[in-house]
């Protein structure tokens, strides 16, 4: 079983930029695909982007496109989520979340289709 570790969150200006970091422990990281996700109040959780094993394919949210980056380093056993051009709405708790997959190729969009999450990471961006 997989234990997710958030890192980097933090307070920024509107048009800044941050690095999340997510550490994985536990289990074989190039095994699960990853997922970002975020919380604010009063919201329901949401995809922020998505990656498969490998790090070949990649999935964004309409309102991080061109802004978002998703990567991962199996090697480190660490996924990241370069944020640019940082916005007010973007204010929010990021997730990171792993599923165990045997299909390589494969980006999960869903909440519920991810079964090991971390503990959330407070995103918060000024005006």
């Known amino acids: 079983q997989v234990q997710l570790v958030e890192s980097g969150g933090g307070l920024v200006q509107a048009g800044g930029s941050l690095r999340l970091s997510c550490a994985a422990s536990g289990g074989t990281f190039s095994r699960y695909a990853m997922g970002w996700f975020r919380q604010s109040p009063g919201k329901e959780r949401e995809v922020v982007c998505a990656?498969?094993?490998?790090?070949?394919?990649?999935y964004y949210a309409d309102s991080v496109k061109g802004r978002f980056d998703i990567s991962r380093d199996n090697a480190k056993n660490t996924v990241y989520l370069q944020m640019n051009s940082l916005k007010p709405e973007d204010t929010a708790v990021y997730y990171c979340?792993?599923?165990?997959?045997?299909?390589?190729?494969?980006?999960?969009?869903?909440?519920?289709?991810?079964?090991?999450w971390g503990q959330g990471t407070q995103v918060t961006v000024s005006s």
């Open positions: 990656i498969n094993l490998n790090g070949g394919s990649t």
């Open positions: 979340a792993a599923r165990l997959t045997v299909f390589s190729g494969s980006v999960y969009r869903g909440h519920s289709e991810y079964a090991y």
